[in-house]
Every structure is written in structure tokens, then in C-alpha cells.
């Protein structure tokens, strides 16, 4: 029998968005869910909406001197985190008057997806 043809609801935003996991880590993942008191689709949908706002692509470099990260492009690899940025002057939150010092954020990375050459999960 032909599977009934899914429509969208007139005027919906959303989108079906699939993957396959091991059946033990969906069941780690639904337990976290179950923790926190909310639904698996709820956990997901924030973690996409996280990982969309953090993902660079390429691999995070880092400078020892200066402990600042930067990205250096590199098919089939992302990191997560911030890269580092110079703030020459910050405005005052009252007066959006500019203020100094000037600040420099070094940037920082959450984790590594590397499947360039070694397939890898990693911090650095």
C-alpha cells in the first residue's frame, strides 16, 4: 500500500528535518530530553538553532602568543565556537557614548567535527 502523501500546513514555517543515530544514542539522547522535562524535537530544534550561530567553517587555529583563534579553511571540517575579534571602542550603555580601552577577544572553540583525513571528534 502507497504511503499517504505528507502536506504542510498552509502557512507553516517548518520543515521536516530527518537523520539516522545508533539506536543507543538516540536513547541517550531522548533521556536527556526526558531529564530536562522537555520534548526530543524541543532539545534538537535548540541545539540546530546553537550550532547554525556558532559553526565556522574550516579548523580553528590558534596563536600561543596572543591565545587568539582564528580558522584556517579546510573541507569537511567545523568547529563551534567564536573566532577572535578586536573591539577598537565599546559605547557607553547609556549615552552610546564610545569608551576605551579598546578590548581584543581571543575567541574561543566549543569542539571540532574533522572528517578531512582522520574522521574525528575533537576539542582543538
Not at 52 to 80: H, K, L
Amino acid at each position: 500500500m502507497k504511503k499517504k502523501a505528507r502536506t504542510k500546513a498552509a502557512g507553516s514555517t517548518k520543515t521536516r528535518l530527518e537523520a539516522r543515530v545508533d539506536e543507543e544514542l538516540a536513547s541517550r539522547f531522548r533521556s536527556i530530553a526526558e531529564t530536562a522535562g522537555i520534548s526530543v524535537n524541543q532539545l534538537l530544534q535548540g541545539l540546530i538553532v546553537w550550532a547554525t550561530d556558532n559553526a565556522i567553517q574550516g579548523s580553528p587555529t590558534y596563536s600561543n602568543e596572543t591565545r587568539e583563534v582564528g580558522a584556517e579553511p579546510r573541507q569537511g571540517c567545523v568547529f563551534f565556537g567564536k573566532e577572535a575579534a578586536f573591539f577598537d571602542e565599546e559605547e557607553h550603555p547609556e549615552t552610546g557614548e564610545p569608551m576605551e580601552p579598546a578590548k581584543m577577544y581571543p575567541g574561543h572553540v566549543h569542539f571540532v567535527l574533522d572528517f578531512s583525513y582522520q574522521n574525528a571528534l575533537r576539542d582543538k
